[in-house]
């Protein structure tokens, strides 16, 4: 029997929940390596948006805040940030921290509950860890996702993968590799064929937009 997606989710939550617990609001707590690659991340997702401010935005795993620090110190202005994660610890830290900006705001992620609308719904760095399922299990729960947030999306969506073309994959009975090929290909056929595919950069994934056209 495949597990639903509410207990991959439950799955996610305990995950991450223990390891904030255990490092806190660092990379680390949230799977990343270093500030280098999460920033550089950051940066590859901000592609998508079209000037520096009048946009709304929800990130789909926002963790502590980070990526919404790093619009404000790199010019973004005038824009209203959603950002949404599974571990209410997380949530908690960021309404916080961020007390005082009032064009952001931070929600629990429910398990089935339909994204909150933005022009823009990005995620970085949500679909590596696959934990005990199967590649196909996940590759299905990812496609659940992208599906979900490109409808709630006005404008685009924004997220990244690791690269099954990385020259070493390690971890790979827990870590998920995609191929950017069906990546593309889902994208293509599900969600719209307005696309941009990013793998011209130093890390071992590679980032992708999707783009909502008149029809949509």
């Known amino acids: 029997m495949n597990p639903s997606y509410t207990e991959i989710q439950s799955s996610i939550r305990s995950y991450f929940s223990e390891s904030f617990g255990k490092y806190g609001a660092v990379p680390l707590g949230v799977g990343w390596a270093g500030e280098y690659t999460q920033t550089l991340r950051f940066a590859k997702l901000a592609g ?16 502590y805040g980070r990526f919404y620090r790093w619009l404000k110190e ?17 949530i908690d830290f960021c309404r916080q ?37 199967s590649r196909q299990e996940w590759t299905e729960f990812i496609q659940y996702m992208l599906k979900k947030m490109f409808a709630a999306a006005g404008t685009g969506i924004a997220f990244n993968l690791l690269t099954a073309h990385a ?18 290909d889902f994208c293509a056929r599900n969600l719209s064929t ?23």
């Open 194 to 216: 307005k696309l941009t595919l990013l793998h011209n950069y130093v890390l071992s994934d590679f980032t992708v937009f999707a783009w909502k056209s008149r029809k949509n």
């Open 97 to 133: 921290t961020y007390i005082h900006e009032s064009e952001a705001q931070f929600f629990t992620l429910e398990n089935d509950e339909p994204l909150k609308a933005a022009d823009y719904i990005v995620a970085s760095g949500v679909f590596n860890i696959r934990l005990q399922y």
């Open 74 to 90: 790199n010019g973004y202005e005038n824009f209203h940030y959603t950002g949404c994660d599974l571990v209410p610890e997380m």
């Open 167 to 184: 020259i070493n994959t390690p971890d790979a009975e827990t870590i998920y590799y995609a191929d950017p090929a069906q990546i593309f």
């Open 48 to 63: 998508i948006l079209r000037d520096k401010g009048r946009f709304t935005i929800n990130e789909i795993g926002c963790g």
